[in-house]
C-alpha cells in the first residue's frame, strides 16, 4: 500500500532560527515528489517538484531533498520567519494508469518571534 | 493572471441534500484536479479532468462525481449528502496535466453537513 509519513507532526522554533522536516514513503513506482506549504483557511501552494532524478532543489530559503534509494525526502527551512508559519504536505505520486498522489499528514509548524 | 477561483466559498447543507461545487482553473490550463481535506483524513484526491475527460479517480464512492466543460471550468457533484462529507474541497489546475507539472490551488470550498 502507497503511503507517506511525515514528522515531526509539529514543530515550534523561534524566528530566525533553521528546521527541518523529514517525509517518508513508500509509494512505487516512484514519478515525483511535492512539498505544499499550507497558510490556515488556504489552499496549499507548491514549494518544489522533484522527480527521480534531481536530489535536491531551492526555492528561496526553502530546499527540498531526495533520496530516492532510501524513499527519504527533507524539507529545511533557513533563517524561519513568522510567515513561515503553516502546514508543510508531502506528497508522492505514482507512474502508471492509476495516477493518484498520495499525501502526507503534514508538520504543523509555528514559528515564535 | 488571474488564480483559481472556487465557489461558493463556504457552503452550509443537510443531510441527504445533494451539492454542487464549481472551480475556474487559471486561464489556459486544462487540467482539473480535485481533493477533499478533513481534520482526520488530511488530504485525499478526488479525480482529475483533462480535456473534459476524467483521467484518474481516487476511492471514493459513487456520490462523488465531477465534470469538466469545454472552457476547462469544472464542477463537482456530492449526492445524499453524510456527516463525514464536511470538508474542506480544493480544486487545482496544471497546465497540461499533474505529471511532473506544478499544480495552483484555488482557496477551496467549505462544505459543512448538518
Known amino acids: 500500500k502507497n503511503q507517506v509519513e511525515q514528522s515531526p507532526q509539529s514543530l515550534i522554533i523561534l524566528e530566525g532560527k533553521n528546521c527541518t522536516l523529514q517525509c517518508n514513503y513508500t509509494v512505487s513506482p516512484f514519478s515525483n515528489l511535492r512539498w505544499y506549504k499550507q497558510d490556515t483557511g488556504r489552499g496549499p501552494v507548491s514549494l518544489t517538484i522533484m522527480t527521480f532524478s534531481e536530489n535536491t532543489k531551492s526555492n528561496g530559503r526553502y530546499t527540498a531533498t531526495l533520496d530516492a534509494d532510501t524513499k527519504q525526502s527533507s524539507l529545511h527551512i533557513t533563517a524561519s520567519q513568522l510567515s513561515d508559519s503553516a502546514s508543510y504536505i508531502c506528497?508522492?505520486?505514482?507512474?502508471?494508469?492509476?495516477?493518484?498522489?498520495?499525501f502526507g499528514r503534514g508538520t504543523s509548524l509555528i514559528v515564535h518571534p | 493572471k488571474a488564480g483559481v477561483t472556487q465557489t461558493p466559498r463556504y457552503l452550509i447543507k443537510t443531510r441527504g441534500q445533494q451539492v454542487t461545487l464549481s472551480c475556474s482553473p487559471i486561464s489556459g490550463h486544462r487540467s482539473v484536479s480535485w481533493y477533499q481535506q478533513t481534520p482526520g483524513q488530511g488530504l485525499q484526491f478526488l479525480f482529475e479532468?483533462?480535456?473534459?475527460?476524467?483521467?484518474n479517480k481516487g476511492n471514493f464512492p459513487g456520490r462523488f462525481s465531477g465534470r469538466q466543460f469545454s472552457n476547462s471550468r469544472s464542477e463537482m457533484n456530492v449526492s445524499t449528502l453524510e456527516l463525514g462529507d464536511s470538508a474542506l474541497y480544493l480544486c487545482?489546475?496544471?497546465?497540461?496535466?499533474?505529471?511532473?507539472?506544478?499544480?495552483?490551488f484555488g482557496p477551496g470550498t467549505r462544505l459543512t453537513v448538518l
Open positions: 479532468y483533462f480535456s473534459e475527460t476524467q483521467r
Open positions: 487545482a489546475s496544471s497546465p497540461r496535466d499533474r505529471d511532473n507539472n506544478e499544480q495552483f
Open positions: 506528497v508522492v505520486s505514482a507512474k502508471g494508469g492509476s495516477y493518484i498522489p498520495t
